[in-house]
């Protein structure tokens, strides 16, 4: 149906035509083996296979009755687009023969079932033999694929032009395969022109890259003649300069003996010179000719061309190196003796000089008289007698004269006589020397033997200082009243004061031996009496740290003592109060009064009211508690011969301290209302005299809550001995270095640095700092009666402030 490619057959046609199966079992009954099977085409079967691509297809069943035998059946063939790249070639028409009419001639079949065998056994054959012929055609298009795999730009239209007339031979026999086939083609068609696209731009790049090479390589050509010629440039430069060093050495090296010293010099300064720019043009000269040599691209042309020519300019400039290196010690030498030779001959004029300064006849001789004043010019030294005489003898001669011929033996015999004479001096110096330092060395060990004598006093002294002492290092003090505490503290330090006294003797006595010149010999002993001193200076100041710790025991237990008193009396004072029905301050005022006193107790009024505080309590007072009681008089009046009212009432004031959390109620019943929560470490002040609750069996007192002016009952002891208040302390040591202030905030101005083991009074429990929220108790310091403001107990649980 007119000419097409190949390529654009569609699959379906290339579907070989369907062989006959049977589509029904044959009858049961058995022909006669004579009789001979007709199967037209219209009545021959479709396999299965057959049959399913058919459907496939849309088509029916049963193929359509064949033509005439022998007829030739038109093949149509419908035309498909070509595919991009490939070039469509004409082929002849196809025409497919037309498939006769199977006439089987069988004998007569045993069974039905046998012929159906023998029927299928043929078909099967027969589609066989289709598959070989099919993979013979397609293996003859593949060859040719497989060589276009290796084709080259040049062979590639040959390959597809053989391709075109393979395939349309072959399509033909291919059959079924003739599909996959011409996909293998198309895609190796495809690649092929891939491949000879980027051959081709390979080539074209690799042309560019060629011209691009050979045009640099001319340039670099160019380049390189440039550096030569510039590099020879230097090395000229440097031989000029060389020569000329060389022809400015030449007055040196030629010159005769009888050459003046200062014509060699002045040459030797130009060949020098010269020397000096030839060195600095072959510096330059090598610097350019490793950068000229350094810039060069380094391949294997450049090497072989412009290697020989820098070696050879290298040449020249080591050889310029050479000739400088040999031509500099001559000048160098030259110049030396040059100006040793000026040198001597400066010399020899000085000298002359000199000794025409001391002839004073100007006869060109030293008499005896100007032989002494030259020995004192020059040499600071007088000839005596003798010595002038033997000068005279050795060096003047028969004419008793010295020419300047002979001043240099001159000179030589006054400067022995000169050293000779100071060496003898030098040598009586240094006897004396050794006789002073001998003399210093018995002072440094007397001073020694001192210390040793000192510090083996206070060795014996020890044990009975540390047997005073020894109360105070046992538990035993705890028992002991403060007063005892400080009596032996005062003997232990009157023990040790003269123990320390010898020790700083001997420690005086060891320095001012170390200062002695004669000392370095005594370094032995003296480092042996400091050790030994060293040890009992350990035991005494242990001692003394003893005693020191005790006497700050002892007023901690004085001032405790004292508080634990006041706290008595304050509570006796109350029971007193609610006996008479009068206030504090009526109290002291009616005491005063009968005294003859206002508005102060002497020591005599104040035993006085105490003996009516005792009273109201139900003692009596007796010898012992009077004279408690005259001390703490004095403890409360400071010193003084009398307390004023105001003092007395602060001293007077009771307060407790929250030990542990305890409700705060109206009344004395301990079921009455609650006012407030006590919190610990909360302050709170007595008002009254506590007393037992004998509902619960518990000691209750009425208080005052300064921070909120609360006031109300609390329990201090419970039935079960649990602690709720206890007292406070008015006197407080300071555990901790802390600032005392002087207003309430923590950041006021401070007053006072508070050391470890100061001790303060309690004035008032303070006020709480907004800033910090912390309570600040106002206190006086007893050692200097500073008052101001300072915290006992810090933020993170730091302790500054211990009561006693």
């Known amino acids: 149906s007119g000419n097409c490619h190949w390529q654009s057959i569609p699959a379906a046609m290339w579907r070989p035509t369907p062989r006959p199966t049977p589509t029904q079992r044959p009858s049961s009954s058995v022909r006669p083996p004579t009789e001979q099977i007709k199967l037209t085409a219209s009545e021959t079967p479709l396999s299965t296979p057959l049959r399913t691509a058919l459907q496939t297809q849309g088509q029916p069943q049963k193929v359509a009755p064949p033509a005439q035998a022998g007829a030739a059946r038109p093949l149509v063939v419908t035309p498909r687009p070509t595919t991009p790249g490939l070039r469509p070639v004409a082929v002849k028409p196809l025409t497919v023969a037309p498939r006769p009419v199977v006439r089987l001639a069988v004998a007569k079949p045993k069974t039905e079932e046998q012929a159906q065998r023998e029927f299928e056994m043929q078909i099967k054959r027969e589609e066989e033999q289709t598959r070989k012929t099919e993979q013979i055609a397609a293996i003859a298009v593949r060859k040719v694929i497989q060589r276009i795999r290796v084709a080259t730009p040049e062979n590639l239209d040959l390959l597809r032009a053989e391709l075109d007339s393979t395939m349309a031979d072959q399509v033909e026999n291919m059959g079924s395969l003739a599909a996959k086939v011409q ?37 670099e050509a160019d380049r390189e003649d440039s550096v030569l010629a510039e590099a020879a440039e230097a090395v000229m430069e440097c031989e000029a300069k060389a020569a000329q ?104 004029q000085s000298l002359k000089e000199k000794f025409l300064k001391y002839d004073a006849d100007k006869d060109g001789h030293l008499n005896r008289q100007e032989v002494a004043a030259f020995a004192v010019g020059e040499y600071d030294f007088e000839l005596d007698e003798a010595q002038l005489d033997k000068v005279m003898r050795s060096i003047g001669g028969d004419e008793g004269l010295v ?64 047997a005073a ?114 206030t504090a301050a009526q109290i002291f005022q009616r005491t005063a009064k009968k005294a003859g006193r206002s508005g102060t107790l002497n020591s005599g009024a104040f035993l006085t009211l105490v003996g009516e505080i005792v009273e109201a309590s139900g ?93 109300g009952w609390a329990t201090i002891a419970g039935n079960k001995g649990t602690v709720f208040l206890q007292p406070s302390s008015r006197f407080f040591i300071c555990v901790k270095e802390i600032v005392l202030t002087e207003e309430v905030g923590a950041s006021s101005k401070a007053v006072q640095k508070l050391a470890k083991d100061d001790f303060v009074e309690l004035i008032s429990i303070g006020e709480i700092d907004l800033e910090s929220s912390l309570r600040r108790v106002k206190a006086r310091v007893r050692k200097s009666d500073t008052v101001g403001y300072v915290t006992i107990t810090g933020s993170q649980g730091s302790v500054f402030l211990e009561p006693c």
């Open 183 to 219: 996909q293998e083609a198309e895609k190796e068609l495809m690649q092929a022109q891939k491949r000879m696209d980027e051959v081709i731009a390979k080539q074209a790049e690799a042309k560019r890259v060629k011209l691009e090479a050979e045009l640099k390589k001319k340039e």
């Open 245 to 348: 060093a060389t022809e400015a050495a030449k007055p040196i090296t030629e010159a005769s003996k009888d050459a003046s010293p200062d014509s060699i010099l002045s040459a030797a300064d130009a060949a020098e010179e010269g020397i000096k720019q030839a060195k600095e043009a072959l510096l330059a000269a090598s610097t350019t000719l490793n950068e000229k040599w350094t810039s060069l691209s380094k391949t294997e042309g450049s090497i072989s061309r412009l290697g020989p020519e820098f070696r050879a300019l290298k040449a020249k400039v080591n050889e310029c190196h050479k000739g400088l290196e040999e031509l500099r010690p001559k000048v160098k030498e030259a110049k030396g003796r040059a100006e040793r030779k000026a040198v001597l001959l400066r010399q020899e």
């Open 403 to 466: 020419p300047f011929e002979r001043e240099k033996r001159l000179r030589s015999f006054v400067g022995i006589e000169r050293s000779t004479v100071r060496a003898r001096r030098k040598a009586q110096e240094e006897a004396e020397a050794k006789a002073e330092l001998e003399k210093t060395k018995q002072a440094a060990l007397k001073a020694i033997e001192e210390a040793e004598e000192l510090v083996k006093k206070a060795d014996a002294g020890l044990p009975a200082a540390e």
């Open 469 to 582: 002492s020894k109360p105070l290092a046992s538990k035993a003090t705890s028992s002991l009243s403060s007063g005892r505490v400080l009596e032996i503290a005062e003997e232990v330090e009157a023990s040790i004061r003269p123990l320390q006294e010898a020790l700083d003797g001997a420690a005086e006595r060891l320095k001012s031996a170390s200062k002695q010149p004669g000392a370095s010999g005594c370094k032995a002993r003296a480092a042996d009496v400091e050790g030994k001193m060293k040890q009992v200076q350990v035991r005494v100041v242990k001692i003394g740290c003893a005693a020191k710790a005790a006497q700050g025991l002892s007023t901690r237990k004085a001032l405790s003592e004292m508080e634990a008193l006041r706290t008595k009396t304050a509570l006796n004072l109350r029971t007193l109060m609610e006996v008479k029905g009068e």
């Open 619 to 711: 003692d009596k007072m007796d010898e012992v508690q009077n004279v408690q009681y005259e001390k703490l008089f004095e403890h409360m009046a400071g010193g003084g011969a009398d307390i004023p009212e105001e003092n007395f009432l602060e001293l007077m004031r009771l307060f407790y301290t929250v030990s542990k959390s305890t409700m705060l109620t109206e009344s004395q019943s301990i079921n009455s209302k609650t006012v407030r929560r006590l919190e610990p470490n909360e302050m709170v002040e007595c008002l009254n005299a506590p007393a037992m609750d004998d509902d619960v069996g518990v000691s209750r007192g009425r208080f005052l809550v300064p921070r909120d002016d609360s006031e």
